[in-house]
Every structure is written in C-alpha cells, then in structure tokens.
C-alpha cells in the first residue's frame, strides 16, 4: 500500500482491539477461520501495550472504534447495516456509534468559513452560534443571514479530515486484502470492494459542493412529494468545505412525546416515510442513503424534514427493476419468479438449480408472511437471504449495498412510529405502481424510443461504421477471392433504416 504508516495504523488497531477485548468478539461474530485468528493475534497481543483504552461504558468493539477515530466510527456504522458480514450480534452492537465526537473551537470554524468564502463574517452574518451538533467529519452551527435575516444551518468540515481520512482507509484496504488471502470464503462478501464502497461514500462527504448539489438534486426529485421538505442550499455561501442552507424548522422524528404533544399521526408518518423512501429509490433512483432518526424532523404541518445529505443512493434503471421485481415477487410470494429474476440479472450463477433456489427462497419468504404484522421484517428477510444467497454462491453487490441497508434503517424509522405497521402491506401500492409503469408494454415501446433515439443521434455515421466492421470481418474470415460487395451494402441499408426509424420514433415520443 501507499507507506508504511499502514503497517503501523494495523498494529494500533489490533492492538486497540485486543486491550479492549473487542479482538475476540470480532472475530468469532465473523466466524473467522484458525489463520486469521492466529494473524490477528500476531499483530495485536505483543503490542496490546500500544492500543487505545477507549471508553469502558461501551461494548467491546464498538469501544474500540470510537478510541481509534472518525474513520472507524464511520466504518463501524457501516458493518451495523452489515450483519452478512459482522453477524446479528456484533451488528446491533455497533448500532450504538453515535458518530459523536467533541466538536472543534467556533474561531476554528469562523476562520474555515472566511478562507472558504472569502469574506469576514460579519459581513456574512448578523448571528453565528456556538455549535448545536459535532459529528466524525463536521459540525454544524445556527446562524443568521445579515442581508435577508433568513435562519440558516452552516456546516463546516472538521480541519484536516481529509488527510486523516485518506490515512485511515490506505490501512482498511490493507486489512481487507489480508482477509481475502487468509479466508477464501471471504471472497464472496468482497471485502476489497465493500472498502472501496466506504471509500467512496467518504470522498462524497469530505467535499461538500457534492453534499450540497445532491440536497439540490434531491429537492428538485421531490418537489410535488406531498408531505416531504427538502432544506433549500444557499449557494453562494457554499463551497468546498462549508454548506449552508435554510434552517429545519420541526420536531426531531424521534421524540415520540413530542410528536404526540404536537398532534401528529405517528402510524401515518411511519407509513409516509416507508412509502416515501420507495417512490424515492424505486421513482427516481436517486434516494437519501443515511435516512435513520437523526436526520428526519417532522414540521408544524405535519411535512416530514431530511436532513443531512451526505449519504446518497443512486441506482440504474436495469437494477431498479430487478429490485422491484424481486421486492414484488415477495408480496405475491412468487418465489418462483423471484428465482428467475436472480438467475436473470446473474445474481446467481447460472449452473445453479433455479428450482432449488425457489425452495430455499420460499423457505426464507413463508415463515415471515406467517407473522404478525408487527414481526414482518425486512432486516429479518435480508438476514434469511444472506444465508440462502451464500449457498447459492451469489456475490455482494455492491450496488445494492446501500439500497439494502438504507432499507432497514427505514423500517427501523417506521416501525419505531408504528410498532404494528405492517411493512409489506404499506409498500404494495409504490411497488405495484412502479411495476405498472416501468416493467410492461407501455415499458417496451419507451426503452425502444430511448434505443431509437441513441441510434439516431450517432446515425449519420452508422452506415459508415457498420460497412467498417463488416469489412473487417471478411476479411479475417474469407478469402479474398470471394469477398462480396452484397453485404457491406445491406449493412449500409439497415444503417440508413434504423436512422429513419430512430427520427421517426423521436417525432412520436
């Protein structure tokens, strides 16, 4: 890897691990195999001296975490989404990161604020507080606008969080490296992959210009959302390392007294947010990936707030249907059909038994339809499919990943509303409406007049390059004796049809 610093980062945190006792816990929450015990105890026993004491009111690993800094504090959220990889045990454990952290001096931050905006700020603003929140990468302050007296948030990167970052993940991919080489089995999780995953979620945070035109793009998605706000962003007062936008206005989604103070409907919330999440992911393709308690506030009138828009999910068209696909064949237990799409998508190697993965996905699907609404879990179908998915050797994809977890959270969110929300019933109609719309004829003839209208686009030169390639192939594949003029010519009239088709369909759709 890029420096030696990454061997020693391994040896503190082996060493952290094994003063805190979060080494064992870890390890057999992973099930790890006898050579990545006996590695991970060659770097942390004889140097346990080195390691971190971390704070002893936490559990184990998730004590180790925090002593070791932002990078493991973000990292540890990520594996409590991941109880394919970290267990159920260790997963719920480490659902105590808080990802709190002292937050840095305000003169700190007033001075970030000015380098970045280039101007003092009192010519900014008429009000800045002391800071209301400190998370592993910023924090955020409350502050006035002095030209329109406007109440904004103003969030400001911690200093030098970068380089520490970038320092911290050098190490995790070091780490992941090692496993794959000690645990075979591993490699069907990707460890390598689920770092670069992490790596990127990061980068996107470390920069907030990217925080601040995914909460634009986000609000633009859902602007006719009913019941849904999206905090405007002050542009000019954005940059680099500093985002501000309209001050959140509501009470926090988790203060159910509250909540019911206020008058508002909890059962109706946790389904919006169940519902609202789907249109979002399955809609636009473009969701709210850390969309937990802490980031959902609900407004006077009763709109739900996201904040927070560091983490977001974006997946294509193919893998929205397939995931839609996948989720609908679930709700009219389909198994079969469920199978198929997995085969389809090649989720799962093709010399596997479609019938028996339909059995084993019914075996996952039935004792979950069997229960009460308030035991119908999507984290507990995810688990079941984990363990099925394994043995069917299907990989982690890692596009999914933050759809997956994301998806949990939510539930989470809506069941701690409404402990008897049904969650299967609630996402039927957004499930349904998008199978509706996007998997179907009136489906076909769009993705026909979006392949027509490429082909027109590039169709001036289509002839060109078809009789180019045709030629090619001739002559690899005849003698020269017998090439014909026939084909290169018939390859030139479909080039010049499909351009006409492709005007034709544009004039249509």
């Known amino acids: 890897m890029r420096g030696p610093h990454n061997i020693w980062r391994l040896v503190v945190t082996g060493a952290t691990m094994e003063r805190t006792g979060a080494m064992q816990v870890a390890l057999d929450a992973m099930d790890a195999p006898t050579s990545l015990r006996i590695a991970a105890r060659v770097l942390g026993w004889p140097f346990k001296w080195l390691g971190h004491k971390g704070d002893p009111g936490l559990p184990p690993v998730p004590r180790a975490l925090t002593a070791l800094g932002p990078a493991y504090i973000k990292f540890g959220q990520l594996l409590s989404t991941r109880s394919d990889l970290a267990g159920d045990k260790l997963a719920k454990e480490l659902q105590v990161l808080q990802d709190k952290l002292p937050p840095f001096p305000t003169d700190v931050a007033r001075a970030a604020i000015e380098e970045e905006l280039g101007q003092p700020i009192e010519h900014l603003f008429s009000e800045f507080s002391e800071p209301i929140a400190a998370a592993s990468i910023a924090q955020v302050h409350k502050a006035r606008l002095i030209d329109s007296d406007k109440t904004v948030a103003v969030k400001v990167l911690r200093p030098r969080i970068a380089q520490a970052f970038r320092k911290d993940i050098d190490a995790f991919y070091l780490v992941a490296s090692v496993i794959e080489l000690l645990s075979p089995a591993s490699r069907r999780l990707r460890p390598r992959d689920v770092i670069e995953h992490f790596e990127g979620v990061v980068n996107s945070e470390l920069d907030l210009r990217l925080e601040s035109s995914s909460a634009a793009e986000f609000a633009a998605n859902t602007v006719d959302d009913e019941g849904f706000q999206v905090p405007e962003v002050d542009w000019q007062l954005s940059g680099r390392s500093v985002m501000t936008l309209d001050w959140a206005d509501g009470v926090a989604i988790h203060n159910l007294d509250a909540l019911d103070a206020a008058g508002h409907n909890r059962a109706e919330l946790g389904r919006r947010v169940l519902q609202l999440f789907l249109s979002h992911a399955l809609r636009d393709g473009f969701f709210h990936a850390d969309m937990h308690q802490g980031n959902l506030m609900v407004a006077k009138n009763g709109d739900i707030i996201a904040i927070d828009f560091g983490i977001m999910g974006h997946i294509d068209d ?30 799962v190697p093709a010399d596997k038994n479609v019938e028996e993965f339909a ?23 995810l688990s079941y499919l984990f363990e099925v998915t394994e043995r069917f050797g299907m990989e982690t994809r890692t596009e999914l990943i933050l759809l997956q977890r994301t998806m949990v959270v939510v539930e989470g969110v809506a069941r701690s509303l409404d402990p008897d929300i049904n969650i299967w019933d609630v996402a039927k109609p957004v499930v349904e409406q998008y199978i509706k719309e996007n998997i179907g004829p009136m489906a076909l003839i769009r993705d026909l007049a979006k392949t027509a209208k490429v082909l027109a686009r590039f169709g001036p030169k289509l002839p060109i390059l078809a009789e180019a390639a045709l030629m090619r192939q001739s002559e690899e594949s005849r003698p020269a004796s017998k090439r014909s003029f026939l084909a290169p ?7 010049v049809f499909l351009t006409g088709a492709g005007y034709w369909f544009i004039q249509l759709f």
């Open 359 to 381: 059995r084993a996905l019914r075996a996952v699907g039935e004792p979950i339809f069997g229960a009460s609404a308030s035991q119908l879990s999507m984290a507990r179908l």
């Open 489 to 495: 010519v018939g390859y030139t009239l479909l080039g």
């Open 318 to 347: 193919y893998t929205r249907r397939v995931y839609a696909e996948i989720l609908y064949g679930f709700i009219r237990r389909d198994f079969r059909r469920v199978a198929e799409v997995h085969f389809e998508a090649g989720y």
